[in-house]
């Protein structure tokens, strides 16, 4: 077992150069063949691999002042009058005497640097050395120049120049391409690619009938005019751009930005030309004159993480995002690993710590915060951004406005409080006294026992911790019926310390002698020194974040005083209140009382009033005067009737304003922040300021761009430089092939792979800028290419001389990705909602999850929604970074919370467990039985026939048949003995299932339907 | 004999004739394969431990309430930390508003315990037992100051997240035991008491740039244990394993016809998942366990998804050939009254972590089993809040903190390092967090700097370009 495990290594791992240097290798060992060693091809990755990190472009690493990325520095004759590198003299060359050397302290690689070098990599140097030791610029940074077309023997094959560059290769090895593929499967494969769904029957019968040589491509036209293409695009497009509904880090809190999302989408739909998508996302809003649509586009860059937890520093953070737009872009579009050249010049690649820095100067000009506050709406904690709202929206909006105005108006207008009225009422004030009588508990509910009464229930008392809640009812006596007022007190005998109040739900109850009920109207009052109205209002509202806080101190108490509004019939026998509250944040022991009063309304004023009006009208000064005049105004009834009409109009207009969709955009400061190199990448170790500057090693920035990020698109996608279309191009190509031409389609420098078809990759570059960025041009060029029409049947041939398809000498076939495969289920079943865009929605998924790891109590649950939100498409889940949908993190979805440009395939038992019980696809199998049972003809063959073209597009054949007949004989008898598990079966999901079918059938089928979806070619691109 | 599908990003060194580079080529194992190496060929070091057990305390314990004893501290109550000591020291938000930096000493009495004279506080009396086989380190010490960078540097040896935890590297490097479970599992525990949990992310046990299939596993308590596990409604196992024998035939139909090994590896996924779906519910289930079991594990472990119950569970999955097997308790984060917090919180952990060191040992399995114990940072020896004899909070502290190790390797009875008289600097063999990794890669047979994988261009490894191994604390 062992033996033949490590031998499976072995012939995984004889992969990715093969193509390119196995035939070097086998000539260098050898020594059959004398051909020249290519720099590019072979010998920069072998110097980068194993020499570069002490002796290449980063000089805080070098080691004996060696580099041997530059050639004049390698061939440079040292003090002992030597040369690392002597052109056309291996012998004569210390590299080489140091890499064949048996002294351990004198060969290199060093021991302790674990790098190994091979007696393939120490023939291929010394070759290189003696054909005389030539270095060639990295290849993708040579410039792009249109290629010439490789000629090839069998020229018939040929469809376009694609195949041109694939079949001179896969002759080279002495291998024939593969024959076209059955048309169901071409029509499939070319329907998942450009729309992320199976092709419908209308569309596969169409293509079937169609016998003109136009055929295919009508087709492939067909699907990139479909709205669903823009969908599918942008599915890699969000994993690039790190999109997510949270906000990521330790709060994780919603965020809004899936107006950008519909962006992309749209952008795609309408092929907005590459060199235009890639300007408006990063400087949409710089445009001259820029639309709406435009300005929204700049999401792209505001779809990194944002920090709100409590602790951090802002500045801290800010550098994080600032690295993080930095390492996007250098990823994105110009297939670099920037992030290296964040602490110290790069390895490996010819970049510097300064182009790092360079570069984050033209993102260090957005007013943004570094660190978000969890306790503000999410808007105000991550600003800028711009609100959205619906033609419907904005009318509400202008109408409540002019309402607010108007009240405002009206209560300006309102007459004044007289000098005698004020005498009057002063006189009134200081002739009595205000009296507070307890009032008695009579019922009390308080979780966890926390709460304990006294004997003569008119005092609560609770012990110190966390979180309580409470509910409680209060008797009002002796007198009830003359209430005017009652007030919450909160008193502690310890320490300071603060109660904090929310969810609170508070009534009064009158009963008169018959039992009659009449609920007593209340409104919260300043009286002596209670708790102000607005904060009292944070505890009464529905948000759970806001919360009014009572201060106590040692011996003064702290309340929350209610007037009560309407006078209430004085038969009323008794009065009781009942509150719900909860308290949190509770660090001190304290105890609470129920109070009430029974004097005139006139006497529930502040203390600050109070303390004026106990002068006497006479010692009043004219200040004083004025003071108790608004008081008295503002207690008026008219006064208050206008007021209580105002706040609530002004309560609409908040929440209208909350309720209008907004996106994160990106905006420029007047004043740019300035940019410090940061020491080894640290927030708080700034040296040197610099401005905004492109990579010194890549061609410059045309002087007349402006030097933000409107020029820093412009020259992303400037036709001299040579990484960005290389770049775009091989990453649509890995989306089609399921690798790119350059496999670390991330990595386009020393370290990464070089291309497998380095001309075939400029040839593409170049027509995608000759064609004006066009995109849809360019997937169409590809997908009617002979190439991508192969069948993607593997001969042991093929599998022993290419196993991971590089040479395309057969079609791709590959698992497809995790929304896919979702989205394919729900196509072919037909419960897919096929509505383009809006806010994110929340299909079927496990319950408790988020429960055992989000923040607080608990409480954070994933709410699933309603009706068409389980069957949108899958781009349309919502992202929570730190719990992804659990089903997408199965099939390899990444996180979402840096850039990912290239996902794994893994096949592993959770996918296996997801498709074969998880409730959509359960659902989807139910549905499309009902569909083979209905439209599938009467007979269970065309029926299981119907179901199996639904899905994977082509005719089961005659022993693919009898399995599927005899598992809905075996299914159907099986159900006809248990009824009950039909019922249960059918009873899974959503959507009732359709009552006219025949129990037993049905269920019989959904077995069948499942079966067939959970087939490797049903979440397969053949 | 599976085919295995191809590893995505196999060094291309490998093909250049270096075998031995390219450690994580034994990872060509798939998550759960059938790939049955209790050594892998291609480990480096013989392995004292096959497994780890890492019980994740999240939140961040206080050391100075547990291990760290610092009678000194009596005489300097509601003094302030002098200024000397703080050393400039970075502060948190919770903090840096504060006036002054009062030293709060312990409430909590400590003894020492065992042959050796371990010292342990009178929270941890079922701890204090094991003293013996228990190694302290008092020295450990972090980068982070805050709880998502400094978890996310416990657990993956990174602040920024994107690279993969522990468990997913030693999954990558080592592979699976057994045929039915998956190599790496994480459980998740929310505090008893009314403490505040502070939040965790799926990413901490996820598998970064490495292949999603070296992931841990979620196992919780409930109907599915591990996701999507249950047949649905009217599926029962015999209708499940006729609907695979289809699956599989028409599935071998296709690989006759289109010779893809991909489709075989989708076989065997299949009937691995079957095997999941008996192998899990009978691990999860502990209706089985004698009732000694529960007696010694404490009263929370009969309650399902309790620390307790966990660490049975651990227990059971390490008998059952999982390699890593994490367990997070959350609480611990008592920045007020931490007093009541953390004696709530030792309720929860002291006795079933000291109960699955027992049951380890008294079934032979801890000399092949690391376990350790400990959380993200330390606290601080001020008091955060109002300040009383008996009451008081702590902020977060990175300096210094103390954590428990035992197990496969480990001497116990030991304590390492040495911190000054306000737990505040160390003055004595630190063990940074990569010190740590490295340690305990070394206990697996691996050499820490050797187990690598190329991303972007890099090899990364989980102790990023640090880590010693801290000799000292081997037997």
Same mark, same amino acid.
């Given at each position: 077992?062992?033996?033949?495990?490590?031998?499976?290594?072995?012939?995984?791992?004889?992969?990715?150069?093969?193509?390119?240097?196995?035939?070097?290798?086998?000539?260098?060992?050898?020594?059959?063949?004398?051909?020249?060693?290519?720099?590019?091809?072979?010998?920069?990755?072998?110097?980068?691999?194993?020499?570069?990190?002490?002796?290449?472009?980063?000089?805080?690493?070098?080691?004996?002042?060696?580099?041997?990325?530059?050639?004049?520095?390698?061939?440079?004759?040292?003090?002992?009058?030597?040369?690392?590198?002597?052109?056309?003299?291996?012998?004569?060359?210390?590299?080489?005497?140091?890499?064949?050397?048996?002294?351990?302290?004198?060969?290199?690689?060093?021991?302790?640097?674990?790098?190994?070098?091979?007696?393939?990599?120490?023939?291929?140097?010394?070759?290189?050395?003696?054909?005389?030791?030539?270095?060639?610029?990295?290849?993708?940074?040579?410039?792009?120049?249109?290629?010439?077309?490789?000629?090839?023997?069998?020229?018939?094959?040929?469809?376009?120049?694609?195949?041109?560059?694939?079949?001179?290769?896969?002759?080279?090895?002495?291998?024939?391409?593969?024959?076209?593929?059955?048309?169901?499967?071409?029509?499939?494969?070319?329907?998942?690619?450009?729309?992320?769904?199976?092709?419908?029957?209308?569309?596969?019968?169409?293509?079937?009938?169609?016998?003109?040589?136009?055929?295919?491509?009508?087709?492939?036209?067909?699907?990139?005019?479909?709205?669903?293409?823009?969908?599918?695009?942008?599915?890699?497009?969000?994993?690039?751009?790190?999109?997510?509904?949270?906000?990521?880090?330790?709060?994780?809190?919603?965020?809004?930005?899936?107006?950008?999302?519909?962006?992309?989408?749209?952008?795609?739909?309408?092929?907005?030309?590459?060199?235009?998508?890639?300007?408006?996302?990063?400087?949409?809003?710089?445009?001259?004159?820029?639309?709406?649509?435009?300005?929204?586009?700049?999401?792209?860059?505001?779809?990194?993480?944002?920090?709100?937890?409590?602790?951090?520093?802002?500045?801290?953070?800010?550098?994080?995002?600032?690295?993080?737009?930095?390492?996007?872009?250098?990823?994105?579009?110009?297939?670099?690993?920037?992030?290296?050249?964040?602490?110290?010049?790069?390895?490996?690649?010819?970049?510097?710590?300064?182009?790092?820095?360079?570069?984050?100067?033209?993102?260090?000009?957005?007013?943004?915060?570094?660190?978000?506050?969890?306790?503000?709406?999410?808007?105000?904690?991550?600003?800028?951004?711009?609100?959205?709202?619906?033609?419907?929206?904005?009318?509400?909006?202008?109408?409540?406005?002019?309402?607010?105005?108007?009240?405002?108006?009206?209560?300006?207008?309102?007459?004044?409080?007289?000098?005698?009225?004020?005498?009057?009422?002063?006189?009134?004030?200081?002739?009595?006294?205000?009296?507070?009588?307890?009032?008695?508990?009579?019922?009390?509910?308080?979780?966890?026992?926390?709460?304990?009464?006294?004997?003569?229930?008119?005092?609560?008392?609770?012990?110190?911790?966390?979180?309580?809640?409470?509910?409680?009812?209060?008797?009002?006596?002796?007198?009830?019926?003359?209430?005017?007022?009652?007030?919450?007190?909160?008193?502690?005998?310890?320490?300071?310390?603060?109660?904090?109040?929310?969810?609170?739900?508070?009534?009064?109850?009158?009963?008169?002698?018959?039992?009659?009920?009449?609920?007593?109207?209340?409104?919260?009052?300043?009286?002596?020194?209670?708790?102000?109205?607005?904060?009292?209002?944070?505890?009464?509202?529905?948000?759970?974040?806001?919360?009014?806080?009572?201060?106590?101190?040692?011996?003064?108490?702290?309340?929350?005083?209610?007037?009560?509004?309407?006078?209430?019939?004085?038969?009323?026998?008794?009065?009781?209140?009942?509150?719900?509250?909860?308290?949190?944040?509770?660090?001190?022991?304290?105890?609470?009382?129920?109070?009430?009063?029974?004097?005139?309304?006139?006497?529930?004023?502040?203390?600050?009033?109070?303390?004026?009006?106990?002068?006497?009208?006479?010692?009043?000064?004219?200040?004083?005067?004025?003071?108790?005049?608004?008081?008295?105004?503002?207690?008026?009834?008219?006064?208050?009737?206008?007021?209580?009409?105002?706040?609530?109009?002004?309560?609409?207009?908040?929440?209208?304003?909350?309720?209008?969709?907004?996106?994160?955009?990106?905006?420029?400061?007047?004043?740019?922040?300035?940019?410090?190199?940061?020491?080894?990448?640290?927030?708080?170790?700034?040296?040197?300021?610099?401005?905004?500057?492109?990579?010194?090693?890549?061609?410059?920035?045309?002087?007349?761009?402006?030097?933000?990020?409107?020029?820093?698109?412009?020259?992303?996608?400037?036709?001299?430089?040579?990484?960005?279309?290389?770049?775009?191009?091989?990453?649509?190509?890995?989306?089609?092939?399921?690798?790119?031409?350059?496999?670390?389609?991330?990595?386009?420098?020393?370290?990464?792979?070089?291309?497998?078809?380095?001309?075939?990759?400029?040839?593409?570059?170049?027509?995608?800028?000759?064609?004006?960025?066009?995109?849809?041009?360019?997937?169409?060029?590809?997908?009617?290419?002979? /190439? &991508?029409?192969?069948? #993607?049947?593997?001969? =042991?041939?093929? !599998?022993?001389? %290419?196993?991971?398809? $590089?040479?395309?000498?057969?079609?791709?076939?590959?698992?497809?990705?995790?929304?896919?495969?979702?989205?394919?289920?729900?196509?072919?079943?037909?419960?897919?909602?096929?509505?383009?865009?809006?806010?994110?929605?929340?299909?079927?998924?496990?319950?408790?999850?988020?429960?055992?790891?989000?923040?607080?109590?608990?409480?954070?649950?994933?709410?699933?929604?309603?009706?068409?939100?389980?069957?949108?498409?899958?781009?349309? /889940? &919502?992202?929570?970074? #730190?719990?992804?949908? =659990?089903?997408? !993190?199965?099939? %390899?979805?990444?996180? $979402?919370?840096?850039?990912?440009?290239?996902?794994?395939?893994?096949?592993?038992?959770?996918?296996?467990?997801?498709?074969?019980?998880?409730?959509?696809?359960?659902?989807?199998?139910?549905?499309?039985?009902?569909?083979?049972?209905?439209?599938?003809?009467?007979?269970?063959?065309?029926?299981?026939?119907?179901?199996?073209?639904?899905?994977?597009?082509?005719?089961?054949?005659?022993?693919?048949?009898?399995?599927?007949?005899?598992?809905?004989?075996?299914?159907?008898?099986?159900?006809?003995?248990?009824?009950?598990?039909?019922?249960?079966?059918?009873?899974?999901?959503?959507?009732?299932?359709?009552?006219?079918?025949?129990?037993?059938?049905?269920?019989?089928?959904?077995?069948?339907?499942?079966?067939?979806?959970?087939?490797?070619?049903?979440?397969?691109?053949? | 004999?599976?085919?295995?599908?191809?590893?995505?990003?196999?060094?291309?060194?490998?093909?250049?004739?270096?075998?031995?580079?390219?450690?994580?080529?034994?990872?060509?194992?798939?998550?759960?394969?059938?790939?049955?190496?209790?050594?892998?060929?291609?480990?480096?070091?013989?392995?004292?431990?096959?497994?780890?057990?890492?019980?994740?305390?999240?939140?961040?314990?206080?050391?100075?309430?547990?291990?760290?004893?610092?009678?000194?501290?009596?005489?300097?109550?509601?003094?302030?930390?002098?200024?000397?000591?703080?050393?400039?020291?970075?502060?948190?938000?919770?903090?840096?508003?504060?006036?002054?930096?009062?030293?709060?000493?312990?409430?909590?009495?400590?003894?020492?315990?065992?042959?050796?004279?371990?010292?342990?506080?009178?929270?941890?009396?079922?701890?204090?037992?094991?003293?013996?086989?228990?190694?302290?380190?008092?020295?450990?010490?972090?980068?982070?100051?805050?709880?998502?960078?400094?978890?996310?540097?416990?657990?993956?040896?990174?602040?920024?997240?994107?690279?993969?935890?522990?468990?997913?590297?030693?999954?990558?490097?080592?592979?699976?035991?057994?045929?039915?479970?998956?190599?790496?599992?994480?459980?998740?525990?929310?505090?008893?008491?009314?403490?505040?949990?502070?939040?965790?992310?799926?990413?901490?046990?996820?598998?970064?740039?490495?292949?999603?299939?070296?992931?841990?596993?979620?196992?919780?308590?409930?109907?599915?244990?591990?996701?999507?596990?249950?047949?649905?409604?009217?599926?029962?196992?015999?209708?499940?394993?006729?609907?695979?024998?289809?699956?599989?035939?028409?599935?071998?139909?296709?690989?006759?016809?289109?010779?893809?090994?991909?489709?075989?590896?989708?076989?065997?996924?299949?009937?691995?998942?079957?095997?999941?779906?008996?192998?899990?519910?009978?691990?999860?289930?502990?209706?089985?366990?004698?009732?000694?079991?529960?007696?010694?594990?404490?009263?929370?472990?009969?309650?399902?998804?309790?620390?307790?119950?966990?660490?049975?569970?651990?227990?059971?999955?390490?008998?059952?050939?999982?390699?890593?097997?994490?367990?997070?308790?959350?609480?611990?984060?008592?920045?007020?009254?931490?007093?009541?917090?953390?004696?709530?919180?030792?309720?929860?952990?002291?006795?079933?972590?000291?109960?699955?060191?027992?049951?380890?040992?008294?079934?032979?399995?801890?000399?092949?089993?690391?376990?350790?114990?400990?959380?993200?940072?330390?606290?601080?020896?001020?008091?955060?809040?109002?300040?009383?004899?008996?009451?008081?909070?702590?902020?977060?502290?990175?300096?210094?903190?103390?954590?428990?190790?035992?197990?496969?390797?480990?001497?116990?009875?030991?304590?390492?390092?040495?911190?000054?008289?306000?737990?505040?600097?160390?003055?004595?063999?630190?063990?940074?967090?990569?010190?740590?990794?490295?340690?305990?890669?070394?206990?697996?047979?691996?050499?820490?700097?050797?187990?690598?994988?190329?991303?972007?261009?890099?090899?990364?490894?989980?102790?990023?370009?640090?880590?010693?191994?801290?000799?000292?604390?081997?037997?």
């Amino acid at each position: 077992m062992i033996r033949l495990t490590v031998r499976g290594i072995a012939s995984q791992c004889q992969r990715g150069r093969r193509l390119i240097i196995a035939l070097w290798v086998t000539c260098a060992l050898n020594g059959l063949v004398k051909a020249e060693v290519g720099f590019n091809r072979i010998v920069r990755s072998i110097l980068s691999d194993h020499c570069y990190r002490c002796h290449g472009p980063d000089p805080n690493q070098r080691q004996a002042d060696l580099r041997l990325d530059v050639r004049d520095e390698a061939i440079k004759i040292n003090d002992a009058g030597r040369a690392a590198i002597v052109p056309g003299q291996p012998s004569e060359s210390l590299v080489v005497e140091r890499i064949e050397s048996h002294d351990v302290d004198a060969i290199m690689p060093p021991v302790d640097s674990h790098k190994k070098l091979s007696d393939a990599h120490r023939a291929l140097l010394k070759q290189w050395i003696a054909e005389g030791a030539k270095y060639e610029t990295h290849w993708a940074f040579e410039p792009l120049v249109i290629v010439p077309v490789p000629q090839v023997r069998d020229a018939s094959w040929v469809r376009n120049p694609i195949d041109r560059f694939i079949l001179s290769k896969i002759e080279q090895q002495g291998l024939a391409p593969s024959c076209q593929t059955e048309k169901e499967t071409l029509i499939r494969r070319a329907a998942l690619d450009i729309t992320g769904l199976p092709p419908t029957l209308a569309q596969i019968d169409a293509y079937l009938l169609d016998t003109s040589d136009s055929a295919y491509e009508k087709v492939v036209d067909q699907f990139l005019r479909s709205e669903h293409y823009g969908e599918r695009m942008a599915v890699d497009w969000l994993d690039a751009a790190r999109f997510a509904d949270t906000n990521g880090y330790q709060v994780d809190r919603d965020r809004e930005v899936y107006a950008w999302r519909d962006w992309v989408i749209g952008a795609f739909n309408r092929n907005l030309p590459f060199d235009q998508f890639t300007i408006e996302q990063f400087a949409g809003d710089l445009i001259p004159n820029a639309t709406l649509d435009q300005k929204i586009a700049t999401g792209f860059h505001r779809n990194h993480m944002m920090n709100e937890e409590g602790g951090v520093l802002p500045e801290e953070f800010l550098a994080e995002y600032l690295a993080d737009r930095v390492e996007t872009t250098t990823a994105v579009w110009l297939g670099q690993t920037f992030n290296c050249a964040r602490c110290h010049d790069h390895k490996f690649d010819p970049f510097t710590q300064r182009d790092f820095y360079g570069l984050k100067a033209f993102f260090n000009a957005v007013p943004e915060p570094g660190r978000g506050h969890y306790e503000k709406p999410i808007r105000e904690s991550n600003p800028p951004f711009l609100a959205l709202p619906s033609p419907d929206q904005l009318a509400r909006q202008s109408q409540l406005q002019s309402e607010v105005d108007s009240l405002t108006k009206q209560i300006a207008a309102l007459p004044k409080v007289t000098l005698d009225q004020l005498d009057a009422w002063v006189t009134q004030l200081n002739a009595q006294e205000l009296k507070w009588f307890n009032a008695t508990f009579v019922q009390i509910q308080a979780d966890k026992q926390s709460a304990s009464v006294s004997d003569d229930r008119q005092w609560l008392s609770f012990d110190a911790h966390g979180d309580r809640n409470l509910g409680f009812t209060a008797k009002l006596s002796p007198l009830p019926a003359s209430v005017t007022a009652v007030r919450l007190s909160f008193a502690s005998e310890l320490a300071e310390s603060n109660v904090r109040l929310r969810d609170l739900q508070i009534s009064i109850v009158a009963r008169d002698a018959s039992s009659e009920l009449s609920r007593l109207k209340i409104l919260p009052r300043v009286v002596g020194n209670s708790v102000s109205v607005e904060e009292l209002a944070k505890a009464f509202d529905t948000d759970a974040r806001s919360i009014a806080v009572l201060k106590l101190g040692k011996n003064s108490p702290a309340s929350a005083v209610f007037e009560i509004a309407h006078q209430r019939s004085t038969s009323a026998a008794t009065v009781e209140l009942t509150a719900n509250l909860k308290f949190s944040g509770v660090t001190e022991p304290f105890c609470m009382s129920v109070q009430w009063c029974e004097q005139s309304s006139a006497l529930l004023v502040p203390s600050k009033i109070n303390n004026v009006a106990r002068k006497g009208i006479a010692s009043l000064s004219a200040e004083e005067k004025k003071q108790l005049l608004e008081f008295r105004h503002a207690q008026s009834a008219e006064f208050q009737a206008l007021s209580l009409r105002l706040s609530e109009a002004t309560k609409q207009l908040d929440e209208l304003q909350r309720e209008i969709p907004t996106t994160l955009v990106m905006a420029e400061m007047d004043q740019p922040r300035p940019t410090y190199v940061l020491m080894r990448g640290a927030y708080d170790k700034p040296g040197a300021e610099v401005a905004a500057k492109t990579p010194e090693v890549l061609p410059p920035m045309n002087p007349t761009y402006p030097k933000n990020r409107l020029g820093l698109a412009r020259w992303l996608v400037d036709p001299r430089n040579p990484l960005t279309a290389r770049v775009t191009v091989n990453r649509f190509w890995q989306a089609i092939f399921g690798t790119g031409l350059v496999r670390t389609s991330e990595d386009f420098g020393a370290q990464g792979e070089p291309p497998s078809h380095p001309e075939l990759l400029d040839w593409l570059a170049v027509e995608l800028m000759h064609s004006g960025w066009n995109v849809k041009s360019l997937l169409r060029t590809i997908l009617t290419s002979a /190439t &991508y029409r192969q069948s #993607s049947r593997v001969t =042991p041939e093929l !599998l022993r001389a %290419d196993p991971d398809n $590089r040479l395309l000498a057969r079609g791709p076939r590959f698992r497809l990705q995790a929304e896919f495969v979702r989205d394919a289920a729900l196509a072919s079943s037909g419960l897919l909602v096929r509505k383009l865009g809006g806010p994110s929605v929340k299909p079927y998924h496990p319950a408790g999850l988020y429960e055992q790891i989000t923040a607080g109590n608990g409480t954070n649950t994933y709410v699933v929604g309603r009706g068409d939100d389980l069957y949108r498409r899958s781009l349309y /889940t &919502y992202w929570k970074r #730190s719990v992804p949908n =659990p089903a997408m !993190l199965v099939f %390899d979805a990444p996180f $979402r919370e840096t850039c990912s440009l290239r996902r794994p395939r893994t096949n592993t038992p959770l996918q296996a467990l997801n498709l074969l019980n998880d409730t959509t696809y359960v659902e989807a199998a139910r549905f499309l039985a009902e569909r083979m049972l209905r439209e599938g003809g009467s007979d269970s063959d065309s029926r299981i026939t119907h179901g199996f073209r639904l899905l994977l597009a082509r005719r089961p054949k005659a022993e693919e048949l009898r399995i599927l007949r005899d598992s809905f004989e075996r299914a159907t008898a099986d159900f006809e003995r248990d009824p009950q598990a039909a019922q249960s079966l059918l009873a899974i999901g959503d959507k009732a299932a359709d009552a006219s079918l025949d129990r037993i059938a049905l269920a019989a089928m959904t077995s069948v339907a499942s079966t067939i979806l959970n087939l490797d070619e049903a979440i397969t691109k053949e | 004999m599976p085919i295995h599908p191809p590893l995505a990003n196999c060094s291309r060194r490998l093909f250049l004739g270096d075998a031995t580079a390219c450690l994580g080529a034994s990872a060509l194992a798939t998550l759960l394969s059938g790939d049955l190496r209790s050594a892998s060929p291609l480990m480096h070091l013989t392995a004292k431990a096959k497994r780890v057990i890492w019980l994740t305390q999240a939140g961040a314990p206080s050391q100075l309430e547990l291990m760290d004893y610092k009678p000194n501290l009596l005489a300097h109550f509601d003094k302030d930390l002098p200024e000397s000591v703080r050393g400039g020291q970075r502060l948190t938000g919770m903090t840096s508003g504060q006036k002054r930096f009062p030293v709060a000493p312990s409430r909590f009495r400590f003894q020492q315990h065992g042959q050796a004279g371990v010292w342990f506080s009178e929270l941890l009396p079922h701890t204090a037992k094991l003293a013996d086989d228990i190694c302290v380190v008092r020295s450990l010490h972090t980068e982070a100051i805050n709880h998502d960078p400094a978890m996310t540097l416990l657990q993956t040896g990174h602040q920024i997240s994107g690279r993969p935890s522990f468990g997913a590297w030693v999954a990558y490097g080592l592979g699976s035991m057994n045929h039915e479970l998956p190599t790496f599992v994480a459980m998740i525990s929310r505090p008893s008491g009314p403490t505040n949990a502070q939040p965790l992310h799926e990413r901490m046990w996820g598998a970064g740039f490495l292949p999603s299939k070296f992931q841990g596993v979620r196992l919780s308590s409930g109907k599915d244990p591990v996701l999507f596990l249950s047949n649905p409604g009217g599926i029962n196992p015999a209708r499940r394993r006729a609907m695979l024998d289809d699956i599989s035939a028409l599935n071998r139909l296709k690989f006759n016809d289109y010779q893809d090994p991909e489709t075989i590896a989708r076989i065997d996924q299949y009937e691995m998942a079957f095997r999941m779906q008996a192998a899990v519910p009978e691990l999860a289930d502990l209706s089985r366990e004698p009732e000694s079991t529960f007696q010694a594990y404490g009263p929370e472990s009969k309650k399902p998804g309790t620390y307790a119950a966990n660490c049975i569970l651990a227990r059971r999955l390490a008998e059952r050939g999982v390699r890593f097997i994490q367990l997070y308790h959350r609480g611990w984060d008592q920045h007020n009254s931490l007093p009541s917090g953390i004696s709530s919180q030792c309720y929860d952990t002291d006795q079933p972590s000291a109960a699955l060191v027992s049951d380890l040992k008294q079934r032979g399995m801890l000399e092949d089993t690391l376990v350790i114990w400990g959380g993200e940072f330390g606290r601080t020896v001020y008091s955060q809040g109002t300040l009383t004899r008996d009451n008081y909070g702590r902020d977060h502290h990175p300096r210094c903190y103390s954590i428990l190790l035992a197990g496969a390797g480990i001497c116990g009875g030991h304590t390492h390092g040495e911190t000054d008289d306000f737990s505040y600097n160390i003055v004595r063999d630190g063990v940074h967090i990569h010190d740590l990794n490295a340690t305990a890669m070394h206990l697996l047979g691996i050499d820490h700097t050797r187990l690598t994988f190329r991303y972007q261009g890099r090899d990364y490894r989980l102790t990023d370009v640090d880590g010693q191994i801290v000799n000292s604390i081997l037997s």
